[in-house]
């Protein structure tokens, strides 16, 4: 990948068409140098937004879905339509995924307007109900990869993840000028 944020842009309109909805920045490239090497069956992008994540997930799973809150932001991806799907989170499927990406909506806001950056007032709000939407739809050894950020409450996030029957780590994080990034791995609980 190249090494700086420039670069990287101009890589990402090299490779995809113009999406006029979400332009990638750091916390999607975050996220994507950690998914390069993970391989599977089923995967799904939740919030998929200028498909960037849906194309690396391509590459290495046999199935891949994307969701997105907003239509005109699926009309414009080059995925295979059939495989995107507008919903709110994972709500729309009562199948089960290897492998669920989600680069949640985490800023503080004490009202939603932007639902693509927005998480509620304590930036954990919107992420919740999306992780909520994730149960029983990731398969008993799956794993659930979301970011989130030192903006929002993200200790707060990760202790309700761990309520909600997840086993719950941070596997990366990257430090911006401005904030922390926090990679997080959820997997459903070992059942005694």
């Given at each position: 990948?190249?090494?700086?944020?420039?670069?990287?842009?101009?890589?990402?309109?090299?490779?995809?068409?113009?999406?006029?909805?979400?332009?990638?920045?750091?916390?999607?490239?975050?996220?994507?140098?950690?998914?390069?090497?993970?391989?599977?069956?089923?995967?799904?992008?939740i919030g998929a937004g200028s498909?960037?994540?849906?194309?690396?997930?391509?590459?290495?799973?046999?199935?891949?879905?994307?969701?997105?809150?907003?239509?005109?932001?699926?009309?414009?991806?080059?995925?295979?339509?059939?495989?995107?799907?507008?919903?709110?989170?994972?709500?729309?499927?009562?199948?089960?995924?290897?492998?669920?990406?989600?680069?949640?909506?985490?800023?503080?806001?004490?009202?939603?307007?932007?639902?693509?950056?927005?998480?509620?007032?304590?930036?954990?709000?919107?992420?919740?109900?999306?992780?909520?939407?994730?149960?029983?739809?990731?398969?008993?050894?799956?794993?659930?990869?979301?970011?989130?950020?030192?903006?929002?409450?993200?200790?707060?996030?990760?202790?309700?993840?761990?309520?909600?029957?997840f086993d719950v780590k941070i596997?990366?994080?990257?430090?911006?000028?401005?904030?922390?990034?926090?990679?997080?791995?959820?997997?459903?609980?070992?059942?005694?």
């Amino acid at each position: 990948m190249p090494s700086n944020f420039g670069d990287k842009l101009l890589k990402l309109k090299i490779k995809l068409p113009t999406n006029d909805f979400y332009i990638p920045s750091e916390d999607t490239f975050f996220i994507a140098e950690h998914l390069e090497n993970v391989k599977g069956k089923k995967a799904l992008d939740i919030g998929a937004g200028s498909g960037y994540l849906t194309k690396i997930l391509s590459s290495n799973f046999s199935e891949v879905v994307a969701t997105d809150i907003d239509f005109n932001s699926l009309a414009s991806h080059k995925s295979k339509k059939e495989n995107l799907v507008c919903c709110n989170g994972a709500n729309a499927f009562k199948c089960k995924f290897d492998l669920i990406v989600c680069n949640l909506p985490y800023l503080p806001s004490e009202k939603v307007v932007d639902r693509t950056v927005d998480g509620g007032k304590e930036g954990i709000e919107v992420p919740l109900e999306i992780i909520k939407s994730v149960l029983g739809r990731i398969n008993q050894n799956g794993r659930f990869l979301f970011l989130t950020s030192s903006l929002a409450n993200y200790q707060k996030l990760i202790k309700q993840t761990k309520k909600l029957g997840f086993d719950v780590k941070i596997i990366a994080n990257k430090k911006l000028f401005f904030e922390k990034l926090f990679l997080v791995e959820a997997k459903l609980k070992t059942k005694v």
